[in-house]
């Protein structure tokens, strides 16, 4: 769950959304991640060198300016209030960069079992899609997956880590992948 | 006068099994010694295997390997042999006063010769409480290189004989082998000897894989693998090593897959839209079918040995419980209803029961049940266990149990049914998700 600063600023934000400085987002990118460059994998593909310093059109302002992930209760796929604040963001977002495709991959704390946290990973992240389409982005625009409890983005065994791990994070690149 | 066994040789590995003409003959019995495995058991039988004849290396190599597969089911005790005089041959009678004093109930007598690239091993069990051979001697022919797998064979029989069990040391296992920190793990499949001897690598390290599951035959693996970025299925030849995708579609979710008994179908769980149901593929055709059409999670199927049902995991209770249905499909039968929550269920070779994983409150479990749902019983505890897998005679669970935080690693354990003789794998690495093959031929 969000702390109270947290949901202190993303209401300012929902105000003024362009111009506000959003919090650090609760999870490290995955770039330690051996597969980033697999397929559909948790891979940052954005234009880092030919962009206008600032620019909003790139997938690392999605990641740490529109907040890419949203995190669910113990055992839970529905959205939260909070996780609709920040999908409605990505959700906008997405609209004014239609060259940009998503993919949403859901993920679950390690309790549980392999298979059912796969499914589980993927329900969220369904909840995820279907919530940026009702807000229009195109169906097409968006894949989504399952990494269940492969990929935690923290390693303790404790509810302060499994509540960040509870998640689904949306990762957008323009090159097609996510077609 | 001795009774022929003919065992079928092994076609792929040379190894062959005949009986030896050789020593004196077996008498019949009518009592054979035996010991019963129930839970109540406490005292392990004693056991003899004294440094076996032939060529010196390999014959207690053999040696080691035979008395590690007995007295590590925790059934036998070997007792130390150095105050018995060594018999001069394989032939020569047994002293049976000789190991009654030592408190010995049991005895192998065994002979290992070398030539060239290939071994045969003879051996004998002895009942020392009534002073006599417990069946046939029996010869074993291999390559060299199976010289394991000739040990294992000796122990299986010696192990049925004294138990009354089928036997399962001559197995392997496959598993997934986990490197690299807790959130970007790296992991491979490999393929093992049941004891951790002869692992062989089955996959590099470049995608994502998870939960390999053998075919009856031992032929083929079933896994999920990330290659293509969302998880799908793939089939392995194991001899080859050569694999190829039975799903492609990524517009969806396909995982847990497991082989029918025959090895035509492959029953699985696919996701669509964020609902999971259980699919079944025939394996030749790749033509599927949805077998659940239920709004809540399905998963972890795994066929009954007759191949004509189905148990599986779903929440549509609201909680994880665990269902059997028919391999047609239609409205399945709860099967748990204890406290807690219950996946990843496997029915064991001799058809009888259902091996599980149950979730109470914050530990983690390993339990068996039987098909009804009736006698559950909880063989382990932990802060995670997951993911049993029976051995070929169904009186062994393998398993993965997690220890927690940051630095947490996944390690195979093993149990026997009645809940005792919990071990760790021989193992210098972390590994998850076993899957025990059959029988070796």
């Given at each position: 769950m969000m702390n109270a600063a947290m949901k202190t600023a993303l209401s300012g934000c929902l105000l003024a959304l362009a111009a506000c400085a959003q919090p650090a987002p609760p999870v490290a990118p995955p770039v330690a991640d051996p597969y980033a460059s697999v397929g559909g994998g948790a891979v940052f593909q954005g234009d880092l060198t030919g962009g206008t310093l600032g620019s909003q059109a790139t997938a690392e302002y999605f990641q740490s300016?529109?907040?890419?992930t949203v995190l669910f209760p113990a055992d839970q796929t529905t959205l939260t209030p909070d996780a609709r604040n920040v999908l409605a963001r990505q959700a906008e977002w997405l609209t004014q960069h239609g060259n940009f495709s998503a993919i949403v991959q859901g993920h679950a704390e390690e309790t549980g079992t392999r298979e059912y946290n796969l499914a589980l990973g993927a329900r969220r992240a369904s909840a995820v899609q279907e919530y940026l389409v009702a807000q229009g982005?195109?169906?097409?625009r968006i894949r989504t997956l399952s990494f269940g409890k492969e990929r935690p983005a923290e390693t303790c065994s404790e509810e302060t880590c499994y509540a960040k791990n509870r998640r689904a994070v949306t990762i957008v690149n323009s090159s097609g992948a996510g077609a | 006068m001795f009774r022929k066994l003919i065992l079928a040789p092994a076609l792929l590995m040379a190894l062959s099994v005949s009986t030896g003409v050789f020593g004196t003959a077996a008498h019949a019995q009518d009592t054979p010694l035996r010991i019963e495995i129930t839970d109540g058991i406490i005292e392990p039988m004693t056991i003899a295997i004294p440094q076996f004849h032939g060529t010196p290396d390999l014959a207690a190599k053999v040696r080691s390997v035979v008395a590690d597969d007995l007295t590590g089911t925790g059934l036998f005790r070997e007792v130390p042999s150095d105050s018995v005089a060594k018999a001069a041959s394989f032939s020569e009678a047994v002293s049976y006063d000789d190991w009654r004093t030592i408190d010995t109930q049991a005895l192998v007598s065994a002979e290992v010769t070398q030539n060239g690239d290939n071994i045969s091993v003879r051996f004998r069990l002895f009942d020392i409480i009534s002073g006599q051979p417990q069946g046939d001697g029996m010869q074993f022919d291999a390559r060299a290189a199976d010289w394991r797998r000739a040990a294992h064979k000796i122990a299986d029989q010696v192990y049925v004989r004294l138990t009354g069990e089928k036997p399962y040391f001559d197995s392997r296992v496959a598993f997934v082998q986990e490197t690299g920190p807790k959130n970007a793990r790296i992991k491979r499949i490999g393929v093992m000897d049941?004891?951790?001897?002869?692992i062989l690598w089955m996959?590099?390290?470049?995608s994502l894989v998870l939960a390999p599951k053998f075919s009856a035959d031992g032929r083929r693996l079933l896994f999920t693998s990330y290659d293509s970025g969302f998880p799908q299925i793939q089939v392995m030849d194991v001899a080859t090593v050569t694999s190829r995708a039975l799903?492609?579609?990524?517009g969806s979710m396909a995982f847990a897959p497991s082989f029918s008994p025959d090895g035509r179908s492959v029953v699985y769980s696919h996701e669509k839209g964020g609902n999971t149901d259980i699919w079944l593929m025939d394996?030749?055709?790749g033509a599927q079918r949805s077998l659940t059409t239920a709004p809540s999670i399905e998963t972890s199927p795994s066929f009954s040995p007759d191949g004509r049902r189905i148990v599986f995991e779903s929440d549509r209770s609201g909680t994880p419980q665990l269902y059997i249905m028919p391999v047609e499909g239609g409205e399945p039968t709860r099967i748990s209803f204890g406290d807690g929550r219950y996946g990843s269920p496997v029915w064991s070779p001799k058809g009888d029961m259902i091996a599980f994983t149950k979730q109470i409150g914050d530990k983690f479990h390993i339990g068996v049940m039987r098909t009804?749902?009736?006698s559950e019983k909880m063989l382990t505890e932990s802060f995670l266990d997951e993911g049993p897998t029976w051995a070929p005679n169904g009186r062994v669970v393998m398993f993965t149990r997690v220890t927690p935080g940051g630095n947490g690693q996944p390690r195979l354990h093993s149990v026997d049914i009645?809940?005792?003789?919990?071990r760790p794998m021989k193992l210098d690495f972390a590994a998850s998700d076993p899957s025990w093959g059959p029988l070796m031929p």
């Open positions: 300016g529109v907040g890419n982005v195109a169906p097409d | 049941y004891d951790g001897a002869n996959t590099d390290s470049s799903t492609v579609d990524q394996a030749g055709s009804d749902g009736s009645t809940g005792r003789n919990m």
